[in-house]
């Protein structure tokens, strides 16, 4: 057996191990950079360690720190409130404002599964007092969160980008993030009519204080981010009520207390709803900024968000202290560990030895869709983004052919690894069923089962005929 075929062997065995044993992708890519490195291709420490992305780590680390500013100050929870506030009662907008919202939050730096521990206590508590679907809710949630993914400040767009960037292809991240806020816009509209979403009220039936989220809520202990760990869920789902904590998703909205909230103990309100405060209104600007600063100056986005962060945790040092723990250091770790040992596989020639494998299919529209296939059912059940980091790389040489166009085809697999993530295996899915008190969580979960099999056997072919046939890039 070849070393070439070992070190994709290995590849895949991390993917297994990871999901099976929760274990965090990362730190088994690090040990099979190194072990695969020095048995298998030669390398010293030195030639394994020099694939360590640290642009990408500066990225991953700035714009969650920002945005963990924004938590932890209560930035966040002003502005679903201000959202469902809007709504009015009318029950129907509901879920499009979650979905709405969701996309925001991840469009300016949150982890996808952050964004969903966030809001969905507040999500299912509203589909129980509103008599909506809670499958219909879940489905709009999570496509939320995968809608902004892939903005050009965001953890997963960033990463797709760099990937792009390292390999040398030609990348395009506008349409990368447009592809992917469309796809998700489709399938939410479709699910939403499916599912009964316009029988909905559109009349004022409840008070909007109803939708404020409940503190007894899953919300206080929901998954690290692109983590899980095994409960006695319906049919083995990873129930994230009994996982890791999110950083900072388990304290109280907006208030104080001892662990650096205390910039916000003024923040809510007579009734209780949160409100807007200096340092709400800053955390606000700076966000902004780093949009401008990003797509119009062209400037850094991770030291850019870095240096913000700096500038508002010294005005509020408290909340700034906080904010380095909501830090995701869980996807940092798993998505510099895979593409350290991307560079590795790079080096010792695995990735031409996976091309020249794809090219011998002799029909590249088909491989195209096998690797789009292939980036749905594993994101299935294992980490998006760990796929998208090892996937992207192991197609380069069969994009390099010229035979599909690289833009369409990456786009293509970033968005069949994502659209999938409703499924009661991932962490998004099992958020969902998580904070599903007071519905049949066992039929959720088949339900849930159910709909995430028919996406993933159907959203890689859709997307794959819209991207990738008509040659993009």
């Known amino acids: 057996m070849s070393a070439e075929l070992i070190s994709i062997l290995v590849?895949?065995?991390?993917?297994?191990?990871?999901?099976?044993?929760?274990?965090?992708?990362?730190?088994?890519?690090?040990?099979?950079?190194?072990?695969?490195?020095?048995?298998?291709?030669?390398?010293?420490?030195?030639?394994?360690?020099?694939?360590?992305?640290?642009?990408?780590?500066?990225?991953?680390?700035?714009?969650?720190?920002?945005?963990?500013?924004?938590?932890?100050?209560?930035?966040?929870?002003?502005?679903?409130?201000?959202?469902?506030?809007?709504?009015?009662?009318?029950?129907?907008?509901?879920?499009?404002?979650?979905?709405?919202?969701?996309?925001?939050?991840?469009?300016?730096?949150?982890?996808?599964?952050?964004?969903?521990?966030?809001?969905?206590?507040?999500?299912?508590?509203?589909?129980?007092?509103?008599?909506?679907?809670?499958?219909?809710?879940?489905?709009?949630?999570?496509?939320?969160?995968?809608?902004?993914?892939?903005?050009?400040?965001?953890?997963?767009?960033?990463?797709?980008?760099?990937?792009?960037?390292?390999?040398?292809?030609?990348?395009?991240?506008?349409?990368?993030?447009?592809?992917?806020?469309?796809?998700?816009?489709?399938?939410?509209?479709?699910?939403?009519?499916?599912?009964?979403?316009?029988?909905?009220?559109?009349?004022?039936?409840?008070?909007?204080?109803?939708?404020?989220?409940?503190?007894?809520?899953?919300?206080?202990?929901?998954?690290?981010?692109?983590?899980?760990?095994?409960?006695d869920g319906p049919g083995g789902a990873r129930d994230p009520a009994a996982g890791d904590e999110v950083p900072g998703i388990g304290a109280s909205t907006g208030g104080g207390g001892a662990d650096g909230r205390s910039d916000a103990t003024s923040g809510t309100g007579p009734s209780g709803a949160p409100r807007i405060t200096p340092a709400r209104a800053t955390t606000l600007a700076s966000l902004l900024v780093l949009v401008v600063g990003a797509l119009v100056l062209d400037l850094d986005v991770g030291l850019t968000a870095i240096t913000l962060g700096v500038l508002l945790s010294v005005v509020w040092r408290d909340t700034g202290r906080a904010a380095v723990n909501e830090i995701t250091w869980s996807t940092v770790l798993l998505i510099c560990g895979v593409l350290t040992y991307v560079s590795v596989l790079e080096t010792m020639g695995t990735i031409d030895y996976a091309g020249e494998a794809v090219g011998n299919i002799g029909v590249p529209l088909l491989a195209a869709l096998l690797f789009c296939y292939i980036g749905g059912v594993v994101s299935a059940f294992a980490s998006s983004v760990g796929i998208m980091g090892a996937l992207i790389p192991l197609a380069v040489p069969f994009l390099l052919t010229g035979a599909v166009g690289p833009v369409g085809m990456v786009t293509a697999l970033a968005v069949s690894a994502t659209v999938v993530d409703l499924s009661p295996f991932s962490t998004n899915g099992a958020l969902v069923l998580a904070n599903s008190a007071g519905f049949d969580r066992d039929l959720l979960f088949r339900r849930l089962l159910i709909y995430a099999s028919i996406v993933v056997a159907v959203a890689p072919a859709l997307i794959w005929l819209a991207l990738v046939v008509p040659g993009f890039g």
């Open 11 to 231: 590849l895949v065995a991390v993917f297994v191990v990871a999901t099976t044993r929760s274990l965090n992708m990362g730190v088994l890519s690090f040990a099979a950079a190194f072990g695969v490195g020095t048995l298998l291709a030669g390398m010293d420490e030195d030639a394994i360690l020099a694939g360590f992305p640290g642009d990408l780590f500066v990225v991953l680390v700035g714009v969650t720190f920002l945005f963990g500013f924004a938590r932890v100050n209560g930035t966040t929870d002003w502005l679903v409130h201000s959202a469902l506030r809007l709504v009015g009662g009318r029950v129907v907008l509901i879920p499009w404002v979650i979905f709405g919202v969701a996309a925001l939050m991840t469009g300016i730096g949150a982890v996808s599964p952050a964004a969903a521990a966030i809001l969905a206590p507040v999500a299912l508590r509203a589909a129980r007092n509103y008599g909506i679907d809670p499958l219909l809710m879940g489905v709009l949630l999570v496509h939320g969160t995968q809608a902004g993914s892939f903005s050009m400040i965001s953890v997963y767009g960033t990463t797709v980008n760099a990937v792009v960037a390292r390999e040398g292809l030609a990348g395009n991240p506008a349409v990368l993030f447009l592809a992917s806020l469309a796809v998700n816009l489709v399938v939410a509209a479709i699910a939403f009519v499916v599912l009964g979403g316009l029988r909905l009220p559109r009349t004022d039936v409840r008070v909007p204080s109803e939708l404020e989220p409940d503190p007894t809520s899953a919300r206080t202990s929901a998954p690290t981010a692109e983590t899980r760990t095994a409960t």
